[in-house]
């Protein structure tokens, strides 16, 4: 069974090809801007590298989020144009709160475990899990001091791209683990979509947004 996974949201744009377990094919680049530009070549490249074409995909796993607006909407796009052109695609939507928090080891974990993903604004995407990796809060965006106070008096292990950024000041936390990634790692993205999968309980791709996008009006010009 060939899978693909890719993910545009963040700061990254991230490609995988597997068989069955085993990863037949990586891509992953670190940029600010043009993911969506990248992607559909890179996926053409990698089928074309491995000799199979997209027909021949059996399930397909995309980040749907939180991250960049622009980014959130060109995965779940791309996924969804997918399975139009192969109706019988298997389709998965995978959050980025389940990929990071799937990346800790059972030593790394505690009783609250918190996804921390940046948001390049004051605040911090957010959610937080137990040690057996249920959700114990809805995916939020939430300043600093909002998440300190729900912090507070609790030892905890910490993961994400806004891990860095935000202990960049004094938190006065109990902290277990600390586990600073720069961008959501694939392999854990597709180990997610596989377990979902396997679980019979794949989740149609949605975009996770949870804030209202930044839009500016043009200036009008007055002659």
């Not at 939180?66 to 980014?71: A, E, H, V």
């Not at 060109?74 to 144009?81: C, D, K």
């Given at each position: 069974m060939y899978i693909l996974a890719f993910d545009t949201t963040a700061s990254a744009c991230s490609i995988i090809l597997c068989q069955n377990n085993s990863v037949l094919a990586k891509y992953e680049q670190v940029m600010e801007f043009g993911q969506s530009e990248v992607l559909l070549p890179e996926i053409q490249k990698m089928l074309t590298e491995q000799n199979i074409t997209f027909a021949d995909i059996h399930a397909l796993f995309v980040c749907?989020?939180?991250?960049?607006?622009?980014?959130?909407?060109?995965?779940?796009?791309?996924?969804?144009?997918f399975q139009i052109a192969c109706p019988n695609l298997c389709l998965g939507g995978v959050s980025a709160f389940d990929a990071y928090v799937s990346c800790l080891l059972p030593e790394e974990l505690t009783d609250t475990n918190v996804v921390i993903i940046e948001t390049k604004r004051d605040d911090f995407y957010v959610q937080i899990f137990d040690s057996n990796l249920q959700k114990t809060?809805?995916?939020?965006?939430?300043?600093?001091?909002?998440?300190?106070?729900?912090?507070?008096?609790?030892?905890?292990?910490?993961?994400?791209?806004?891990?860095?950024?935000?202990?960049?000041s004094p938190s006065g936390l109990s902290l277990h683990c600390i586990k600073i990634m720069q961008h959501l790692d694939i392999s854990a993205l597709v180990k997610v979509g596989i377990r979902q999968y396997n679980d019979k309980r794949l989740d149609y791709p949605k975009p996770l947004y949870l804030r209202t996008p930044d839009v500016c009006l043009p200036k009008v010009s007055q002659s």
């Open positions: 749907v989020g939180p991250g960049s607006f622009t980014g959130v909407r060109s995965s779940v796009s791309a996924a969804r144009t809060t809805l995916p939020q965006a939430l300043p600093y001091n909002e998440i300190i106070s729900l912090l507070k008096g609790k030892k905890v292990t910490l993961i994400g791209d806004g891990v860095e950024r935000f202990l960049s």
